[in-house]
C-alpha cells in the first residue's frame, strides 16, 4: 500500500490507526477517536486535510487548450494565467466520467487533478495534437489548509495568500520550498491548498503546523471530510455518480445537467463550443430528456423527532454520513428519485442530504417524504428540497 509524501508527519498526529485507502494510498478515516472534533476544527478555526492521492496530470504544449477544450465540459479558454476551474469530463454520450480542478499557469502550461486515472483517455484524445502529457502524481504532495483561520496562518509564511481570490493560484515559497498556493478546496469554507515538491513536503507540513500552533491547528480525515463536503453541497465520484465507463447500467450513469453541473455547459445549446460527450448534451437540453436534477434536501425535524420517539428511540444525531442511497417518494408514496448522500449537520443542527429527483419535482420548497428504517420497520419522514450548498459563509470567496 502507497503512502503520500505528508504520511510519515501526520501518522505521528493520529493516534487511531484508523486508515482506507484512496486508489491505492493510506488516507485516515480520523486521527482521534472523534471525527467531530476535526470538523470543527475546519469550521471554526483551521484544518489540514492530505489530498496527495489526487492523480495530477502535466498538460503542456501548443495544443494543450485545444486539448482541454475537446475534452473538458467547462471552457477552459475563459481561465487566465493563475485562475483554476473545477470541471468533469464525459463518454461520447453524455454521461460524466470524472471530475476536477484544471490550474492554469500559461498560455501553454496546464495540471490538471483528478480522483481516479485517467491518463489514457487523455492521451488518446490527444493523438496528433502538439501537447506533452506527463503523470507527475509521484512528483507533488497536496496539502489543503481550509478553514476560517487557514488565510491567518499562511499569510506569516506567505503574506501574498492575503490578495489570492477564489479559485486563483501563485507561486510562492514556503519553508524555502516552491510551492504552487491555491484558493481551492472540499469543504465549502474559506480553504487553500498547497502543491509541494515530494522531497520538500514534510519541511512545508511542518511549517503550516508551526504557524498554526496558536490557532490549534489540527488534521483531519475522511470522516470528517464527508460531513464538510456534503454541506457544502459537493458531489462524489462513486457516490453521487460512477465513472461512465465502468457502471455497469445507465441508472448508474450521469450527465452533467442530471448532476447539477448545468452551469458548466456554457455554449452547449448553441452549438457553439463542442467537446467528447457534447451533442448528447445538447440534445438532453433542447429536448428536455434530463431524467433526474439534483437537489438538497431539508428534513423536518419534528416529524424525525416524533418517529423516534413514537419507537421508543431517541432522535439520532450523527454526523457519520449514510453509507447507502434511500428512496424518495411523493405524498402518494410513489418513488420519484433518491437521496445518494444523508447526515446530520453539526453547524445547522439539521439532518440534509443530497438528492436526485424527478425534474419537475426539483423546484425549492417542494415538500417530499425521504424512505428511512426505525426499530426494524420502513417509515417515511417529511423532506423539503432546498438549493444547495447548505453551508456558504461569505468567508468562502470574499
Not at 417509515?379 to 444547495?388: E, K, L
Request: proline share 5%; glycine share 8%; net charge negative.
Amino acid at each position: 500500500m502507497r503512502t503520500t509524501p505528508f504520511h510519515s508527519r501526520l501518522s505521528e498526529l493520529n493516534d487511531q490507526g484508523l486508515y482506507t485507502h484512496w486508489q491505492g494510498t493510506l488516507s485516515p478515516l480520523r486521527y482521534t477517536h472523534a471525527p467531530k472534533h476535526e470538523y470543527f476544527a475546519v469550521r471554526n478555526s483551521v484544518g489540514v486535510f492530505d489530498t496527495s492521492p489526487l492523480f495530477k496530470y502535466s498538460v503542456s504544449g501548443p495544443d494543450a487548450e485545444r486539448l482541454l477544450s475537446g475534452a473538458l465540459i467547462r471552457d477552459v479558454t475563459t481561465a487566465r494565467p493563475g485562475q483554476a476551474q473545477y470541471t468533469a469530463w464525459c463518454d461520447d454520450r453524455g454521461f460524466v466520467m470524472h471530475d476536477g480542478v484544471v490550474f492554469r499557469h500559461s498560455a501553454e502550461e496546464f495540471l490538471l487533478t483528478a480522483a481516479r486515472p485517467a491518463l489514457s483517455w487523455f492521451e488518446e484524445l490527444g493523438t496528433g495534437l502538439r501537447v506533452d502529457l506527463e503523470d507527475v502524481s509521484d512528483a507533488f504532495g497536496m496539502l489543503a489548509v481550509q478553514g476560517p483561520r487557514s488565510r491567518t496562518v499562511l499569510s506569516a509564511l506567505a503574506p501574498e495568500v492575503a490578495s489570492l481570490g477564489y479559485f486563483e493560484h501563485l507561486q510562492t515559497k514556503i519553508a524555502g520550498t516552491a510551492v504552487t498556493l491555491s484558493r481551492t478546496g472540499y469543504t465549502g469554507d474559506l480553504g487553500f491548498e498547497l502543491t509541494v515538491p515530494e522531497d520538500r513536503a514534510i519541511a512545508v507540513l511542518d511549517a503550516v503546523l508551526e504557524a498554526g500552533r496558536d490557532h490549534s491547528i489540527r488534521p483531519f480525515g475522511e470522516e470528517a471530510l464527508m460531513t464538510l463536503r456534503i454541506e457544502a453541497g459537493l458531489s462524489l465520484i462513486d457516490v453521487e455518480w460512477h465513472d461512465a465507463r465502468l457502471a455497469f447500467s445507465d441508472a448508474d450513469r450521469a450527465t452533467p445537467k442530471e448532476l447539477g453541473f448545468g452551469w458548466m455547459l456554457r455554449g452547449v445549446r448553441d452549438g457553439s463550443r463542442t467537446f467528447v460527450g457534447s451533442r448528447a448534451i445538447r440534445r438532453e437540453l433542447e429536448d428536455a430528456t434530463s431524467r433526474w436534477l439534483t437537489t438538497g434536501i431539508v428534513v423536518d425535524w419534528a416529524d424525525w423527532d416524533r418517529l423516534h420517539r413514537d419507537a421508543g428511540l431517541l432522535p439520532p444525531k450523527s454526523e457519520h454520513p449514510l453509507p447507502y442511497e434511500s428512496m424518495v417518494l411523493d405524498e402518494t408514496g410513489a418513488e420519484i428519485g433518491y437521496c445518494t448522500s444523508f447526515v446530520y449537520s453539526p453547524m445547522l443542527q439539521r439532518h440534509i442530504g443530497i438528492a436526485r429527483v424527478r425534474p419537475d419535482l426539483a423546484v425549492v420548497g417542494t415538500d417530499l417524504r425521504l424512505e428511512l428504517a426505525i426499530a426494524h420497520h420502513n417509515t417515511t419522514v417529511r423532506i423539503t428540497t432546498t438549493s444547495m450548498p447548505f453551508f456558504d459563509p461569505p468567508r468562502k470567496k470574499d
